[in-house]
């Protein structure tokens, strides 16, 4: 009897062991588990409107809507989580280099909704189907509080500004490495910018300086001679003095040409991509650009467009570059335009795009305006 009892209490003993160690199994599994989810839990950010939303701590599936949404997703090298795009982004073109670059990846995503000049038409159903866990959008406040009701995802909303160096930009680049787990790169950026600018101004703080005008400038559309922009970066971090910026502050219009023989620059630049549209002047009217001092002098230059659907700015910085070293040509003895432009466009893409802009007729070379 003694025997049986001692059994049966063994037995019992052993089987409330085994359940105190399933029981503590469960719980090594639930810890682990609340672990993940916490790993892979939410945050809250405020977005360049001003909205508080809350996003995935770090985002995996993403869309951009809006000028320069994908372009930013681009710079943070977030390609890869890219889930549908814009109709408009699915279209090549090396001027609007993040999409030439990407060009074989975005031309098989989803279509989520129209971009480019028509405007931002998001398509809300194929936007759900996608499954992006957050979009972000270069929206005003009311559309991306609409977008984001319609399609219970989140919805960020980010901006691009006209100037190549600028805060606006830092602080988008910081929210969008936040929202992608992409901080590091986030960083990179803004410091490879600030010391870019620096080195622009640094090698430019002590020059004579000199004058210019942009001509061929592309802003809706593709512009003539006339075609111009105050507060024209290049010219800017440069230490140039922009002829256009006589009575304007900022921003791309078309200039009286009398303007531009009475300020007579010592420079002239002309986007390449508008050429055509700038020799068509010149036939019409061969008088008024041998009356110019820079086209008398040999002292005009061809820039490579930077700007589509937004400031393309990397193309942009290329640019200042170029323009530096035709104006100064001392204090930019060391670059040469090509490589430089090959540099910049690998890191913020890459990939080196001097000979794909070249096969386009896009370059940096100098111009004879009577004889194209």
Do not use: W
Not at 123 to 138: F, G, L, M, S
Not at 245 to 253: E, I, L
Not at 281 to 304: C, H, I, M, R
């Amino acid at each position: 009897m003694n025997k049986k009892l001692h059994k049966l209490l063994a037995a019992a003993f052993a089987a409330t062991l085994a359940v105190g160690i399933f029981a503590l199994a469960g719980c090594s599994s639930s810890n682990t588990n609340s672990d993940k989810a916490s790993a892979s839990g939410t945050q809250t950010i405020t977005d360049m409107a001003g909205r508080t939303v809350e996003v995935p701590a770090e985002a995996e599936r993403v869309i951009g809507i809006g000028a320069s949404s994908l372009r930013m997703i681009c710079y943070m090298q977030a390609a890869d989580k890219v889930v549908g795009v814009e109709q408009s982004e699915q279209q090549d073109s090396v001027t609007c280099a993040y999409r030439h670059v990407n060009h074989e990846t975005f031309s098989k995503l989803p279509v989520i909704g129209e971009g480019g000049s028509k405007g931002v038409t998001a398509n809300e159903e194929a936007i759900i189907d996608a499954a992006p866990q957050v979009i972000i959008a270069n929206l005003d406040k009311d559309s991306a509080d609409s977008l984001q009701q319609k399609t219970n995802i989140p919805v960020v909303c980010v901006t691009m500004s006209d100037i190549v160096f600028d805060q606006e930009l830092y602080d988008n680049i910081t929210i969008l490495g936040k929202i992608l787990g992409k901080e590091d790169r986030g960083e990179e950026l803004i410091k490879y910018m600030q010391d870019t600018e620096k080195d622009l101004q640094d090698r430019t703080a002590n020059v004579e300086k000199k004058t210019a005008y942009a001509a061929g400038v592309s802003y809706r559309g593709g512009h003539g001679f006339s075609g111009t922009e105050a507060g024209f970066a290049p010219f800017s971090i440069c230490n140039i003095t922009n002829i256009a910026d006589a009575g304007h502050d900022s921003g791309c219009f078309d200039i009286d040409l009398e303007a531009v023989t009475a300020a007579q620059p010592d420079y002239v630049f002309v986007e390449s991509g508008n050429l055509g549209l700038v020799k068509e002047d010149v036939a019409a009217n061969p008088d008024y650009f041998t009356n110019l001092k820079a086209v008398e002098a040999g002292n005009v230059f061809s820039l490579v467009s930077y700007r589509f659907y937004a400031t393309n700015v990397e193309l942009a910085i290329a640019n200042c570059y170029y323009v530096g070293s035709c104006v100064y040509p001392d204090q930019f003895a060391d670059i040469d335009s090509a490589k430089k432009l090959d540099e910049i466009t690998n890191f913020f893409l890459g990939a080196s795009l001097s000979e794909d802009l070249a096969k386009e007729g896009l370059s940096f070379q100098k111009l004879d305006l009577m004889n194209m």
